[in-house]
């Protein structure tokens, strides 16, 4: 289609101009994709180091795990009362050391964006890091 010239242009009058559609919020809502959640659990065991503690909030871990093949980071709440009991009463950790802990993978996805969530359930065995003589 060829673009107008400046003197069609010029000839124009509102009548010409293309009818307007406004769009409502129920017009929206009528197309809108539903919010299908997928919700799933897994326990996996895994091999784990803990990169940063909160003392004050079992919620606010940062959990480096290997587990399924794959070496993952991200966020963890600490669940196993008995593990931060020993934090609280000065377990010394240092972020190059071992656990084995049983891990809660929770992962929702929503109109095709997913979210994961880790819960450390229990720690099974801490190891210190090799060279660590304390």
Do not use: C
């Amino acid at each position: 289609m060829e673009r107008p010239s400046s003197k069609e242009l010029e000839k124009l009058t509102p009548d010409d101009a293309p009818d307007v559609f406004v769009l409502t919020k129920p017009d929206y809502d009528a197309v809108k994709p539903d919010d299908k959640t997928d919700e799933r659990s897994e326990i996996v065991n895994a091999e784990a180091q803990m990169t940063a503690i909160d003392f004050d909030d079992s919620t606010k871990w940062r959990v480096r795990a290997t587990f399924d093949g794959k070496t993952l980071k991200r966020s963890a709440t600490v669940e196993d009362e008995d593990f931060l009991g020993h934090v609280s009463n000065g377990l010394a950790i240092r972020k190059e050391d071992i656990f084995q802990i049983r891990l809660r993978v929770d992962t929702s996805t929503t109109n095709g964006r997913t979210s994961t969530r880790w819960t450390v359930l229990e720690v099974l065995q801490h190891r210190r890091a090799s060279g660590d003589d304390d």
